[in-house]
């Protein structure tokens, strides 16, 4: 479904030189729910950029479906952390919802269908006249997961999007996010630097190294489908998983050198 | 408070208006070159009831209004094409640097060479001093376009057009409303001095013939009209700014969520 291989992204200007991703290759399987976990300032948002095509790796591809991506792809729908930069604040809910499905060849009545369907997917239905900066950060964060879901995209990027919310409306986002995911069998792939958020969302957790960026570990999460916030996060083996993860990430912020693992069992 | 504030402020102008009255009728001023108030609010009653002076000040605000449109249509889209070609802004830079600053009241001459006294020479004029005020303002505005604003645009694959017209314009637009305020007064004062001057119809030209046939209260009167126009201006011009950026933080203030 999703591809990276090999991608590098080097940033070169004003005489410095920084590396900031240095070999990534995964795969993204359709349907799945990834969750990309790292040492903050690992270039996670430059990977996601380079995968959204809104960035252009210094080497390495990324293909979408077999094709390589060279620019933003009809297929991939992207949410910012930065919601309220995001969003225009120009417009109303309903009218951020539906600018992008303006660039599809949809009717009106279509467009309109899509945008209050989205809209009530995230609980938002009856906000849809107000304008993004009347709402509080969740709420507008939940508009931008709207805005992407009436897109249709077959992948959904999302590059730390609940990382300026707060603890409660985190934990509201995540189970909306984990359901919307069931529902409609989008392909998602979440950057976080939340490892206990990495591992409740994901079904594979994939972990990278400190800045030059590599891959350091794949993990699958075998935990049930069915997850609640009150019993999955007390459950044993998403404490041992968390701890699994969050050693790799202490690992790799140490710069111990990196094991590339996939699928590894982690000790019970 | 307002109301405090709006009586102070009459208040105020009350005194003025009293100082202007007493000061010359006590004779610490020549009466015949400073008229006191109520001479000079006589001649403005005249001038309302004389049809000239509507012609007259008909042919300012053409000159105004027109000019005004026409440097500002040009100077958004020349702001905005500036902005979106590649390397168009830094070879521009330096000409729109140089011809900025030449004041547009040194084109007179020109302007009486190619036009005489037409409406054409005023919109000359009004339109090269308002142009630059929009146009920079437009630059400004359109490099405040938030990145990640544009990013979103870009990955829901907006185009050009899509991005100018739904990310950048609506980004520009607090700045450009602010210079196509400025360049609402700029073009008021380039029309009254192009018709003082030139002589093109137009209040301006009223106060010259008020000047030279010695009505001076008629002259204090013009003045004080071409004083209320700018201050209508201003408020209209305000007013609108805060209608278009109602969505704006600058004219929503804080909002409690």
Redesign the interface.
Known sequence: MLEVRGLKKVYEGSGRRVEAVRDLTFTVDAGELVCLVGPSGCGKTTLLKCMGGLMTPTSGEVLLEGRAVDGPPPGMAFVFQEYGRSLFPWMRVAQNVELPLKQKDLSKARRQELVADALRSVGLADAADAYPWQLSGGMQQRVAIARALAYEPRVLLMDEPFAAVDAQTRADLEDLVRGLWRERGITILFVTHDIDEAVYLGERVIVLSASPTVVREQLKVDLPDDRDQLHTRVAPRFAELRTHVYEQIQAAKRGAPHLVRTDTPPPH | MRGRNLALGAAGLAGFLALGEVVPRLGLVKEAYFPPTSSIAAAFADEVADGAFWTALGDTLTGWALGLAIASCAGIVVGVVISVVPYLREATASTIEFLRPIPSVALIPLAVLLYGTELRSVLLLVVYASFWQVLVQTLYGVQDV?P??D??A??????TW?RVR??LW?SA?PYVMTGVRLAAAVALILAITAELVIGAPGLGARIAVAQTSQAVPEMYALVVVTGLLGLLINVGARTVERRALA???SV?GE?A?
């Open positions: 938030d990640v604003a990013e979103t870009r990955s829901y694959g907006l185009g899509a739904h990310v609506p637009l969505w704006h933080q929503r909002v969520v």
